[in-house]
């Protein structure tokens, strides 16, 4: 690479912060990450994780309160590599429908809705380790077999498209197919917590930021 690498976390207040900065040091050297909390923090980013943890319409009105959201927006726009994890990944759909109606980024034409079901089996939030359907065709993904298991917590879930742009990771709970995993050219977004997923988990964040730095 011909550039530092510069992987910034962004901090909010309300997503899994600690939890993903400590990962990343257990990859890379802790110089190489900052914690994200204004634009001229994320401006200097060659990679931007977004973790996730509580509501849709929350982290939305969190991120425009810190100015962060515009700052997001612009830096995926200079087509430098995004990862979104959980609730990080649910508001680049077009609507979260968490306590109300809310409008999100939109990169994704879906929407985010509650798990129902009225099987006793499967209780609500969703918890615990799941594989995906299909492993996505990716650089997200090296590595990482068809069979391999991730942390999930949720009680919400984006569902599932038909984009071809859209390299869409697909898992499945309480007979619910749910959109677990995309990557849209430099947008990734992973419903799972890689943080907490142990060794597949880190190894798909070091595939993130790994991804080549334009």
């Known amino acids: 690479m011909n550039k530092q690498r510069v992987v910034g976390v962004v901090d909010y207040g309300c997503g899994n912060f600690a939890s993903v900065v400590n990962t990343l040091n257990s990859i890379i050297n802790n110089d190489e990450i900052i914690r994200v909390t204004n634009n001229n923090e ?58 109300g109606r809310f409008e999100g980024i939109g990169y994704i034409k879906s929407e985010v809705i509650r798990f129902e079901t009225n099987n006793k089996l499967y209780k609500i939030p969703h918890i615990g380790w ?47 197919n749910f959109l677990a995993s995309f990557s849209k050219g430099n947008i990734h977004g992973v419903q799972f917590h890689p943080e907490k997923s142990q060794y597949y988990g880190k190894l798909l964040l070091k595939n993130f930021i790994d991804i080549e730095i334009k």
């Open 130 to 176: 799941n594989s995906l359907i299909n492993t996505p065709n990716n650089n997200l993904y090296a590595g990482i077999p068809d069979k391999a298991t991730f942390y999930f917590v949720h009680s919400y879930y984006m569902q599932t498209i038909e984009d071809h742009n859209l390299d869409c990771g697909i898992s499945n709970y309480a007979g619910i």
């Open 42 to 99: 994320i401006a200097s980013c060659t990679h931007v994780i977004l973790p996730g943890v509580g509501a849709f319409a929350k982290t939305m009105r969190k991120l425009k309160e810190l100015n962060l959201l515009e700052s997001i927006q612009d830096y995926i726009a200079k087509n430098k590599p995004f990862l979104g994890i959980c609730v990080g990944m649910q508001i680049m759909a077009e609507w979260g429908n968490e306590f």
